[in-house]
């Protein structure tokens, strides 16, 4: 591929260097990274003329599309927006857009595009106004300014995407999120050329949508807040109208809770069922040898086939550990008289009843792992999610489907959930390594999805815990499997996160939120220094065995205003690194460090006179406390100080207590950096 990058190993502590002038990488902004890529020499200069003009035959969808980047771009830039109306014909206009016929989001779905832009104009050609669409995010980033103003940089772009399954699950069964927060997300998707927005709907924690057909559902296992069908028609438009499909699930026959505290009679087990509250596994299963299972089944698929235009229709089909089914005689007696050796095999009978409701309404099957079994169709999708955390080798699942001819998504490794950084999730590929399986096999790696799992977020707080990270996650699925440099993908992601705010997602306001609810409208610069060097526990740290928190705890604590990725912190490792190195950047590195060392002492009014702040105490104590050995060391390091007698069994003590500290169940980022400098000085790693 024709891609032109600076790798970036000057790492932005501009908020340390005080108007300091500092290199910058070529400024390329594009995420994901097209195809291919072809700067030239040239500017098209932004001005008030600029005129668009749409040709050819592009679904009305384009025209919408196109008046909201150009109105975004307006917003960027201060000129008056521009009007894009439907029908508007401008074969003279600057920016030319022109789309051979409509397109369908959809699977395989042609989403290529071209651009082409020189002095005088700029061109997008696409087969279909979802090309188009896909084209116009791109052009947006290429947006530039200089001392003469705007400008969008000469360039010859083709770009198509890499995998046609590119997928956001959102889990609205545990914490309910109202269409509003579903609304932005589907804005910030379609930006980062996503395309398949998975509808978690029904899980042990809550119904989530209104059926006329099966009513105790939403009535009585919601705590009253679902979807209304007409909620659910006007998302689907929205998806729609930004070239994403809609997909739902329906988790069965376990994560039953919900459905069982309706509808007890479909209940492996006869007892009162409730809603769950706690994270976790839970028993309530539905009976597979009851007849009425499938009945209620069907009326809940008929109604919501209806309402969902999705080939697709997730069953769920997870975590069912069969403890009821054990514990029922008259399912064990099923099992015997038909031949089931096992649970699985149960389930697999259960699913294939399953299969035929769904073909009957022309819809395909798709569900997690655990529903391969032998004898469903090749045409079920299987959804791979498990690996190290539930202790599989990763992608084993994925392998074992493709190697017996199913199509896979890949959702392991990219649980954004659990915190991780987002390297760990930009360099998980859907592609298993090469040997693993033949070409053929290959193809029926369909992509992936990020899935946000939300026993720990709140309106407020889930899109700190999708974004940024799921736009480098999109990357992977859409750009080619060669663009995997980490310091490059952070400094486009960095520029992202900013500009994806304009959509009105909540990542980095929600933050000032919880700050000032935390500090009573207090101090809130200081107790954010804290903050931006803090990471949530990462994994299933955070909530052990589910019961830490339940759904109706508060979630404007301090680890929610804490995101992963920490970037203060980030930083400052990677300067520290570059300091020990070369020697450069000792000013920046210093000054930090002596903001750290009296943040205790300035933090600790807004700790006493704020209880909910306590937690953090010991925390912001042992971050000052490794700051000053770090300070020490950086004198030895300079030579202005010989190293003191004792310092290497203190700065030991001192670092592995800060390294012990979770306080509000959250840890400190910066100690790789701080360890850096003090094993520097004393010329060995410590334990």
């Known amino acids: 591929m024709k891609f032109a990058i600076v790798p970036t190993h000057v790492f932005a502590l501009v908020f340390l260097l005080a108007g300091a002038a500092m290199a910058q990488p070529q400024t390329r902004n594009l995420m994901p990274v097209p195809q291919s890529v072809d700067w030239q020499q040239g500017k098209f200069r932004l001005t008030q003329d600029l005129t668009v003009g749409i040709n050819g035959l592009p679904h009305d969808r384009l025209y919408a599309y196109t008046g909201r980047v150009v109105q975004r771009l307006s917003g960027r830039t201060g000129f008056l927006h521009w009007p894009v109306q439907i029908g508007h014909q401008h074969t003279q206009g600057s920016l030319q857009i022109t789309v051979e016929q409509p397109g369908t989001p959809a699977l395989y779905a042609d989403e290529s595009y071209t651009i082409s832009v020189s002095e005088n104009q700029i061109s997008l050609r696409a087969p279909n106004d979802l090309g188009a669409m896909r084209g116009l995010e791109t052009l947006l980033q290429l947006l530039e300014a200089d001392e003469e103003g705007y400008y969008f940089p000469a360039v010859a772009i083709q770009d198509a995407p890499r995998f046609p399954w590119r997928g956001l699950m959102l889990d609205v069964s545990r914490h309910f999120l109202p269409i509003e927060v579903i609304y932005r997300n589907l804005d910030a998707m379609a930006a980062m050329k ?11 924690h809550g119904w989530r949508v209104e059926l006329r057909s099966v009513p105790e559902l939403h009535r009585l296992a919601s705590d009253g807040q679902y979807y209304t069908q007409e909620q659910i028609r006007s998302v689907i438009a929205y998806a729609e109208a930004r070239g994403i499909w809609v997909m739902p699930e329906c988790d069965v026959p376990g994560h039953g809770s919900a459905i069982l505290t309706a509808l007890p009679q479909l209940g492996s087990k006869d007892m009162e069922y409730d809603l769950a509250r706690n994270a976790g596994i839970f ?3 539905l009976d597979p040898t009851n007849e009425e299972v499938y009945v209620v089944l069907e009326k809940i698929i008929a109604e919501m086939v209806a309402l969902f235009p999705s080939p697709y229709f997730h069953i769920g089909g997870d975590e069912n550990e069969g403890h009821h089914w054990d514990e029922n005689p008259n399912i064990q007696e099923f099992m015997q008289v038909n031949g089931i050796e096992d649970n699985h095999e ?7 009843r399953l299969h035929k409701i769904l073909a009957k309404y ?35 699942s994925l392998v074992q489907a493709a190697k017996a001819g199913y199509p896979v998504v890949l959702s392991n490794g990219y649980y954004i959930d659990l915190m991780y950084p987002t390297q760990d999730h930009y360099l998980v590929d859907p592609m298993p390594e090469k040997g693993r399986l033949t070409a053929e096999e290959e193809k029926l790696i369909l992509g992936g999805e990020a899935t946000m799992w939300s026993e720990l977020v709140t309106p407020l707080t889930v899109d700190s815990r999708i974004w940024p990270r799921t736009a480098a996650i999109a990357e992977r699925f859409w750009s080619d499997a060669s663009i995997t440099d980490l310091d490059d993908m952070q400094r486009r992601l960095k520029v992202v996160s900013y500009q994806l705010e304009e959509l009105g997602l909540q990542h980095l306001h929600a933050r000032e939120v919880i700050l000032r609810n935390l500090t009573r409208n207090g101090d809130v610069a200081t107790l954010r220094e804290l903050v931006e060097v803090c990471e949530p526990l990462q994994g299933y740290t955070r909530n052990p065995l589910g019961v830490y928190y339940t759904v109706h705890s508060p979630y404007t604590l301090f680890a929610d205003a804490c995101m992963a990725d920490a970037r203060l912190a980030r930083d400052f490792n990677a300067a520290a690194k570059d300091f020990v190195a070369t020697g450069k950047g000792a000013e920046a590195v210093i000054s930090q460090l002596e903001r750290w060392a009296t943040l205790h002492e300035r933090l600790s009014p807004t700790l006493a006179g704020n209880p ?13 406390d490794a700051a000053r050995m770090a300070l020490i060391a950086m004198d030895v390091i300079s030579g202005q100080k010989a190293l003191p007698a004792d310092y290497v069994d203190q700065a030991e003590h001192v670092l592995n207590h800060a390294a012990e500290q979770e306080g509000g169940r959250t840890q400190l980022a910066n100690l790789p950096g701080l360890r850096t400098l003090v094993e520097a000085a004393v010329g060995e790693n410590l334990d």
């Open 194 to 204: 996503l395309n398949v927005f998975h509808w978690h709907l029904s899980d042990d």
């Open 346 to 352: 149960l389930q697999g009978y259960f699913n294939a």
């Open 283 to 285: 028993d309530p299963t």
């Open 612 to 624: 909910v702040l306590l937690e953090v105490k010991e925390q912001s104590k042992a971050l000052s």
């Open 362 to 396: 022309d819809r395909e099957m798709m569900g997690w792992e655990e529903i391969l079994a032998e004898g469903i169709p090749e045409s079920t999708v299987i959804h791979s999610w498990r690996g190290a955390n539930e202790g599989l080798p990763a992608k084993q």
